[in-house]
Antibody, heavy 120, light 111 residues
Framework: QVQLQESGPGLEKPSQTLSLTCTVS??????????WSWIRQLPGKGLEWIGF???????YYNPSLESRITISLDTSKNQFSLQLSSVTAADSAVYYC????????????WGQGTLVTVSS | DIVLTQTPLSLPVTLGQPASISCRSS???????????LSWFQQRPGQPPRLLIY???NRFSGVPDRFSGSGAGTDFTLKISRVEADDVGVYYC????????FGGGTKVEIK
């Protein structure tokens, strides 16, 4: 079964670029058909989909965040990454990386999540 | 943009009794390909969400058959036939007919 693990700094300064990495095990990140997503959960709040990258490298971002997001694949390391620029305190959240083999099961496999706090 | 409204916000349930959560969409979730991309997730305290149901009514691998999904168009329901202590948590619906959006969540707790 596919397993995912997020990594990255737990603390980021305002206006900086947040960079998170997700390491995938139990399967190849460029296996046909897989979608690799980032989801975030603000403290005590609900879930917000940030965007995804398809195994082929094409991306689709949440329109409300699109100008600040880059999601990329590193097939040599079996990882995918999120970069979120110009962060503010409002970006403090638990960030999850998630995988799915089809659009029907888009968010099937979840990482444990990583807490990111934006503060000076 | 599609908005998903879940009711109730909080659902106290007696162990062994059924529970039902509603998810209403601001637009039809039937995609042009004929599929309806409506899923349900369970988030236990301190845990990441877990996929329970996809495409309205299909249970994901390992999900007990106590969980069932139904509905069509704009109105959907998640039912737990007999609530167990392990079912405590927040339940979210999500649509992926357009860019993915989650409902606000329903907190299930034991009376």
């Amino acid at each position: 079964q596919v397993q995912l693990q997020e990594s990255g700094p737990g603390l980021e300064k305002p206006s900086q670029t947040l960079s998170l990495t997700c390491t995938v095990s139990g399967g190849s990140i460029n296996s046909g058909g897989y979608y690799w997503s980032w989801i975030r959960q603000l403290p005590g709040k609900g879930l917000e989909w940030i965007g995804f990258i398809y195994y082929s490298g094409s991306t689709y971002y949440n329109p409300s965040l699109e100008s600040r997001i880059t999601i990329s694949l590193d097939t040599s390391k079996n990882q995918f990454s999120l970069q979120l620029s110009s962060v503010t305190a409002a970006d403090s959240a638990v960030y999850y990386c998630v995988g799915g083999a089809t659009w029907l099961q888009l968010l099937a496999y979840w990482g444990q999540g990583t807490l990111v706090t934006v503060s000076s | 943009d599609i908005v998903l409204t879940q009711t109730p916000l909080s659902l106290p349930v007696t162990l062994g009794q059924p529970a039902s959560i509603s998810c209403r969409s601001s637009q039809s979730l039937v995609h042009s390909d004929g599929n309806t991309y409506l899923s349900w997730f369970q988030q236990r305290p301190g845990q990441p969400p877990r996929l329970l149901i996809y495409q309205i009514s299909n249970r994901f691998s390992g999900v007990p058959d106590r969980f069932s999904g139904s509905g069509a168009g704009t109105d959907f329901t998640l039912k737990i036939s007999r609530v167990e202590a392990d079912d405590v948590g927040v339940y979210y619906c999500m649509q992926a007919t357009q860019f993915p959006v989650f409902g606000g969540g329903t907190k299930v707790e034991i009376k």
